[in-house]
């Protein structure tokens, strides 16, 4: 079992900087691929960015988002610039047991077995 806690997010205006962290419990945290989605109001939940031997992002964020993990804190972080109004949205951090797999895998929530409480992003244009 594996228990993820999103830090709190926050208002941030357009342009600007936010990093959230997710911080895992249990000792095998190494041994899972970890991923960040996020809803919006009115939307289905979507991808964001992936952590696994290598990084996955989506397009929408490609070039803004950086997504890491530090092993031995257990924790996993997302780096979010330039943000946009459109960026606005509850984010998830998500755990996948499967760890040798690529972008189409990553990418689908249905292959993430833990999942965090989310935390309320928001941009203000």
């Known amino acids: 079992q594996v228990q993820l806690v999103e830090s709190r997010g926050g208002l941030v205006q357009a342009g600007g900087s936010l990093r959230l962290s997710c911080a895992a419990s249990?000792?095998?945290?190494?041994?899972?691929?970890m991923g960040w989605f996020r809803q919006a109001p009115g939307k289905e939940r979507e991808f964001v960015a992936a952590i696994s031997w290598t990084t996955y992002y989506a397009d929408s964020v490609k070039g803004r988002f950086t997504i890491s993990r530090d092993n031995a804190k257990t924790t996993v972080y997302l780096q979010m610039n330039s943000l946009k109004p459109e960026d606005t949205a509850v984010y998830y951090c998500a755990a996948s047991k499967g760890t040798l797999y690529g972008s189409t895998y990553y990418g689908s929530q249905r292959n993430y077995d833990y999942w965090g409480q989310g935390t309320q992003v928001t941009v203000s244009s």
């Open positions: 249990g000792r095998t945290f190494s041994n899972y691929a």
